[in-house]
């Protein structure tokens, strides 16, 4: 397959118009986004979507967050993702394969049909993971656009994925909430460095391949501005593949936590990864998972 979208193979890193649609359904199509949104959806690489979720909802997602959470403690599965100079929990990723809730969850009814509806098809779960950046400790997570990463780690073959991040707890100003560059999702920047083997292995913990340089993030800034949905637990924001986003540390005492689900398009499987390397594991990027259903 033709790569259209190289990264990590120059010494410099460089700005090209994404080739891709953004919403992949025709406007005048019935669905649970209105036309409004799909055209903000379009112009801007994300959609924030205040209260989604109920407080009963939130309530049941955050109990079942802690037992998760709780079960990892002292676990060594590959799963469990750990703070880069600590042994506290970031991350536990393919929970929609290990938790009967987060399955149910990931299925539904409500989200695939916003998923189906943008990306103009059948779904089906990429990756999933609940995110915990505990107060006074929980450190950054640095600007990146997750296509760049999926399609040289992973063989994702165009940007034809969603990912959703349910905020389990208030997003303020102060607590290291997801930033993003409005319409940076149009522009692929491609990255300096070979990727190392099996890099996942430290960069799920700290990304130091696969990262955009100061210059282009400083143009796509002044061009975008930057943005950070705030409000309350229960909302749901949805981000284009390529859009740039990250978050500071999070120094005050109230912790974040989120549920995270990306959606591919059934018609965008992953085929080799474009870096040349084996794949990463299948709890990081989904190659056999069956397809979300309503």
């Known amino acids: 397959m033709i790569d259209i979208y190289p990264s990590r193979i120059s010494s410099k890193p460089t700005i090209t118009e994404r080739k891709d649609p953004v919403v992949y359904s025709p406007l005048s199509k019935s669905g649970p ?19 989604f979720f109920t407080d009963a909802e939130v309530e049941m997602m955050r109990d079942e967050l ?11 599965a590959k799963e469990v993702i750990r703070e880069p100079q600590s042994q506290e929990v970031r991350s536990v990723f393919a929970v929609h ?11 539904d009814k409500r989200l695939v049909e916003m998923m189906q509806q943008l990306l103009g098809s059948d779904v ?47 997003n303020t100003p102060f607590n290291g909430p997801l ?36 210059d282009s993030l400083t143009l796509l800034a002044k061009q975008g501005g930057i943005v950070a949905p705030t409000g309350p637990a229960g909302s749901i924001i949805l981000f284009d593949c390529n859009i740039m986003h990250g978050s500071n540390s999070n120094i005050s005492p109230l912790p974040r936590s989120n549920v995270f689900f ?3 398009s059934v018609e965008n499987r992953l085929v080799q990864p474009f870096s040349g390397q084996k794949p990463r594991p299948e709890y990081i990027a989904a190659r056999e998972s069956v397809l979300s259903s309503l």
């Open 66 to 76: 802690s037992r998760v959470m709780d079960q990892s403690k002292d676990s060594t």
């Open 179 to 214: 930033m993003l560059i409005p319409r940076s999702h149009k522009r692929f920047v491609s990255c300096v460095g070979e990727t190392p083997e099996d890099h996942y292995e430290k960069s799920l913990r700290k990304q130091e391949y696969g990262v955009p340089d100061q």
């Open 124 to 170: 089906y779960i990429h990756q999933s993971r609940i995110n915990l950046k505990s107060g006074f400790t929980g450190k950054e997570f640095y600007w990146h656009s997750d296509f760049e990463t999926w399609h040289v780690e992973d063989g994702m073959p165009r940007m034809r994925a969603i990912s959703c991040s349910i905020t389990l707890t208030e």
């Open 262 to 264: 990306v959606f591919n």
């Open 97 to 107: 394969n290990q938790d009967l809730f987060f399955e149910r969850l990931s299925n």
């Open 33 to 51: 986004l209105r036309v409004d949104q799909l055209k903000s959806y379009e112009e801007n690489g994300f959609l924030f979507l205040e209260s």
